[in-house]
């Protein structure tokens, strides 16, 4: 038996084992780094700039190499983590740290990336939060190249399983591969630019270990890495090894069984029509969603798309990336979600949305078009809210301020159906008076598209997404008005449940099985159906085949996931049988609670 069991998460799967290696950040206590008296801080900040510049080229080697190899994704990490080193608040956090306080160019680096990244760790947005991962490593980064060192893994000479407390990009491509048998992480994410391109490489990787991992593990020991149920053994028996090795062969055969059923119909046992579509954010990931055979996008999450941008994102802007993503899935139809920003959604560009800004009057270029106004001065807008999921966020902030916010998006978009199957999909829609006035200003980008001469879509499906409660509880009178209809269980669920979607703290309310959540997804579908209307879910339950029977006798027409489960929900269908998941749903529907829905379905 293995002297102990930590449990993680999967980030990259597979099998490995073999001896620990074990790496450590430089520790800042032992060494506090000051500066010798008659030193010179302009010196230091010298050092400190040069240091930069060679972590900067490092970074950009690493953007060229993968780009050769036509690795596009993971090259434009590389950009993305290079253009950290230009990062106006970091590098003048650290200049202040020399010249104030009197320490040296490698301790500056440190600190002021991790206050960077705490910043960053504290924001609301997952992919904004795993940039401090990125940040960090930034630091540590700049730190070896000041000592000279830059190789992290000199002692490294024989193939072991990596653990470390995190691990950044630059590096986990500066391991040598040969000797790299698997990644062990206390801290990380499975979204981290880490994680992607250890799935690249094809290394096994768990991250969230916790700190117990660094207390436990020693050099060399023998360990045990299962990427299939998130286990690490320590010392593990030879019999156990041979049953993780053997799980894992099992999941590699069934990985490669359901790539071979791309192309079956996403029908159930006895014939009812399910489409499988993909919740997409960026060109990648449509690609992702096109090789496992989705019927085009269900929802394109724009907010994230545009959330690298500094500045608002015109018209044009928008239309490029929106090209990207329709160019990954051609003659797919592709549902664009307009901007849902606010609340928890915080993103650079809505620094446009300070108020002074407002006061300022929309500009219109030469040719007529509308461009936002000049960005204002200073840090990013937080928008002060005692309640922000219950404030100013998705269609509500749009129609406030349509000059700068709606019309140029439905205008983007409306262009790029002039080539491309689009649809509009409404965010957090919560009346029928929202969804007239955003049909009213659909009509006013059309006709201002077509005064200007632009090819366009003169006909656009405009949806929904019912992820208030009340708008489930009205879409009888929704339906007439709305093309089409998209259940977004995150947020209805914290909205029905009353538990912030984000607060760890009521974690364990926030249950989409519950059967409160169950009436309304029932409620509307059997209300829009009458009036011809489809509904699709997008919520993150949609990625659960353990939900993809009940979601498909609750009366769901199509489920949208994300690309990774697209495989197994396509399983999912094809081993349902529409009139046991009738059924399934009725008993669901009078459950008690979300176990009891949980303890009918299928494992
Ligand atoms: C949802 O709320 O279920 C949804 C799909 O939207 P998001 O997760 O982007 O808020
Ligand atoms: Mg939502």
Known sequence: ????????????????????????????????????????????????????????????????????????????????????????????????????????????????????????????????????????????????????????????????????????????????????????????????????????????????????????????????????????????????????HERNAQAVAREAALRNDIALPTVTSDGHVIRLMANVANAQEAQRAQEWGAAGVGLLRSELLCAEASFWPTEAQQLALYQAVSAALPDQPITIRTFDIGGDKRFDFMRYLNAPALTQPTRRNKKGKTVAPAPPAGPNLRISEANPALGWRGLRLALSHPELVLLPQLRAILRLGAGADVRILLPMVTNLAELQQARALLEQAQQELASANLPHARQVQLGIMIEVPAAALNSASLAPHADFFAIGTNDLTQYTLACDRNNSHVAALYQPFDPALLRLIEMACSSVHPYGRSVSLCGDLSSDPRATALLIGLGVDTLSCTPAALPHVRAAIRATNYQQARALARHALNAPSAQAVLALLAP
């Open 1 to 244: 038996m293995s002297t102990a069991t930590l449990h993680g998460q999967m980030a990259a799967p597979g099998y490995a084992s073999g001896p620990a290696h074990c790496y450590t950040f430089p520790d800042l206590l032992e060494d506090p780094g000051e500066l010798p008296e008659d030193a010179s801080t302009l010196a230091e900040c010298g050092r400190l700039e040069a240091g930069l510049a060679e972590a900067e080229q490092i970074l950009m080697q690493h953007y060229r190499d993968l780009y050769a190899a036509e690795r596009d994704e993971e090259a434009e990490i590389f950009l993305a983590l290079a253009a950290l080193v230009q990062d106006r608040s970091f590098v003048r956090l650290a200049e202040g740290l020399i010249t104030d306080t009197g320490i040296t160019a490698e301790h500056a680096a440190i600190i002021a990336a991790d206050h960077e990244a705490d910043l960053l760790e504290e924001l609301p947005d997952e992919q904004l939060r795993l940039r401090g991962g990125d940040m960090r490593e930034l630091g540590r980064l700049v730190m070896r190249v000041l000592r000279g060192e830059t190789n992290p893994w000199q002692g490294l000479t024989h193939p072991a399983i990596i653990v470390a407390p995190d691990l950044g990009p630059s590096e986990l491509m500066s391991l040598p591969r040969e000797h790299v048998l698997g990644i062990a992480l206390a801290a990380g994410g499975i979204h981290s630019h880490v994680a992607i391109l250890a799935r690249s490489l094809g290394i096994p990787m768990l991250v969230g270990l916790g700190d117990t991992l660094l207390e436990h593990v020693q050099p060399d020991m023998p360990l045990a890495l299962d990427g299939t149920t998130g286990q690490l053994l320590l010392n593990p028996s030879a019999a156990e090894q041979a049953a993780m």
